[in-house]
């Protein structure tokens, strides 16, 4: 149990990287590291590192640093990862199969049992081991099976509407796609990934470069 | 050209939001709109909006609102939407094809010219259109074809090899979906999507909300 549960938004959404990065020392039987050496891995400066890993308890000691596996249990323990979670895919498009097809998510406790969708020529096909359903048995589906997880892969149109059926059936999150701002009850819980905002963030960082390397072409 | 250049990184991430907004309020040929209006729909509060607005110049007018052609076609320009991108895929599995076929993305300004892959039944194959070809030939193709954007979907285990090609070759931009951090060079913009990290934060955020009901269900 975390020393403090307040621990704040921006703090959590770093824990992912630490995970990541615990993983890798771990893999290469790194079992002691130092928050310095830490530090440049992430990226992250030596002191940010030692604040972060004070919100969960005090596994760094003086003059010996970090012990790996603890810190990585205990993160993994925090994010929740020592639990498997049952999914399944709405929308069976390139991003829905692409979803439900890797791997890594398997690994890491995320089962996709079953994809859905309206297209009957997809209806009742098996794509790479995973059934495809009709969205008609959403509903039951996730009823009978106690799926956790919802992945909206479809059309912006109608992924409101999936996510209403979704909540109808007692999912507890919603792993969102759509370029939708989904409206859902305050207990279900909504992770977006809207690649598209993504691609304009790019866009943006890529026209700053140009107009700072312009800049500095004129003063030279 | 925006009135103030220094403009925060927060601002800019929440970009995006009003350009999908604005846009979806031209198809429904809405052409002005007040901030306590954009407030309803994208959740953030009226004075951050007017505060966000204020940066690009004095779009919004006292009893007016906004013009909604106006701000979109400005927010376009800021985030270099009003350009057209070339780029590739490296890397061709259910996610790099996924990408590739995703037309969004081309209504965009994204252009998906061609894939990269290092198995022999890929190469010289055409998935939808676009030509998969050998990762030998990825450095003179973003020459020839002035490409800006290389979007890295390989295992993390090649990851930052192909970054280093692709910067050898001169790529603007890198669009990265495996689960690294790339090291680059500062002129080289680096935009991750780290699906792995998303759904942790989804995990992470079950396991509060399920806290949250079981002490509300104590106190009961």
Excluded at 39 to 54: E, H, K, V, W
Excluded at 63 to 70: A, F
Excluded at 71 to 91: F, S
Excluded at 181 to 210: A, G
Aim: aromatic share 8%.
């Amino acid at each position: 149990m975390p020393k403090n549960r307040n621990i704040s938004m921006a703090v959590i959404r770093r824990l992912p990287k630490y995970n990541r990065c615990l993983g890798d020392l771990l893999e290469r039987e790194i079992y002691r590291i130092s928050s310095k050496e830490l530090s440049g891995i992430l990226g992250f400066t030596a002191s940010q590192i030692r604040q972060d890993l004070n919100n969960f308890g005090g596994f760094g000691q003086q003059g010996y640093g970090y012990n790996v596996e603890e810190l990585h249990n205990e993160i993994q323990k925090i994010l929740g990862l020592t639990k498997d979670y049952k999914a399944v895919v709405v929308g069976v498009g390139n991003l829905g199969q692409a979803i439900a097809n890797h791997t890594n998510f398997e690994k890491h406790g995320f089962k996709i049992l079953a994809m859905f969708d309206i297209n009957p020529n997809l209806i009742g096909l098996q794509i790479r081991g995973t059934p495809v359903y009709d969205n008609k048995e959403l509903h039951g589906y996730i009823k009978e099976n106690d799926v956790e997880i919802g992945v909206i892969t479809t059309p912006k149109e109608v992924a409101q509407s999936v996510a209403d059926e979704l909540v109808e059936a007692g999912i507890k999150a919603i792993w969102n796609f759509a370029p939708v701002d989904l409206k859902v009850p305050e207990d279900v819980v909504v992770e977006d990934v809207h690649l598209n905002e993504s691609l304009f963030i790019m866009s943006y960082l890529i026209k700053e470069k140009e107009m700072l390397k312009a800049l500095e072409d004129q003063e030279k």
